[in-house]
């Protein structure tokens, strides 16, 4: 059985490859502007390096080793989420180039800090598969989120980073059918 990543399912898909934002700002802006707003209060997070790939935040595309069921019932138990349909897209872990691709042990942190280098793990897909439960503390802080605090669901689950685009075609959907532009 493959090692899934996830991401969510991207509304008003161009093209066949899912884009990093620096790529997007240069390809289509209002998308661009769209994604960026989510860094409206961070902006300097866009700038963040990621060490691994001698890169910055907006150069990589996002993806989680983590199905997202459990941490939207934990938002939803918290009361900042209603009843939702989740749409996401999967990917076989192994089909990322280890090269262009790390693993970020990303940390909640509310002054969105840099993470150091140490914090960065190399990427495989047995790596990816111990890293596929949410931990407790991440499912706690979900659980326990007031109505004030900044709803970011994935701030203490592991990242994985892929520098560059994907190609589209290489995800399925939540059924496990193939994407396509």
């Given at each position: ?66 199905h997202p069921a459990p941490i939207f019932d934990a938002l939803r138990e918290a ?68 109505a004030t605090e900044p709803l970011l669901p994935w701030a203490d689950i592991p ?23």
């Open positions: 059985m493959p090692t899934l990543l996830y991401r969510a399912a991207i509304r008003d898909l161009r093209g066949s490859e899912i884009l990093p934002l620096n790529h997007l700002r240069e390809r289509h802006p209002d998308i661009y502007e769209r994604e960026a707003a989510k860094y409206s209060y961070r902006p300097q997070t866009m700038d963040n390096a990621v060490h691994p790939l001698e890169c910055r935040w907006s150069d990589v595309v996002f993806l989680s080793p983590v009361g900042r989420v209603g009843p939702t349909t989740l749409t996401y897209w999967t990917i076989d872990a192994d089909l990322l180039d280890p090269a262009r691709t790390c693993i970020l042990l990303k940390r909640h942190d509310p002054l969105f800090r840099p993470q150091p280098a140490s914090d960065y793990l190399p990427y495989s897909a047995a790596t990816v598969a111990t890293l596929s439960t949410p931990s407790a503390k991440a499912l706690d802080r979900l659980r326990n989120l007031n990242h994985i980073l892929h520098r560059g685009p994907i190609a589209v075609s290489l995800f399925r959907d939540a059924d496990g059918r193939a994407v396509s532009p």
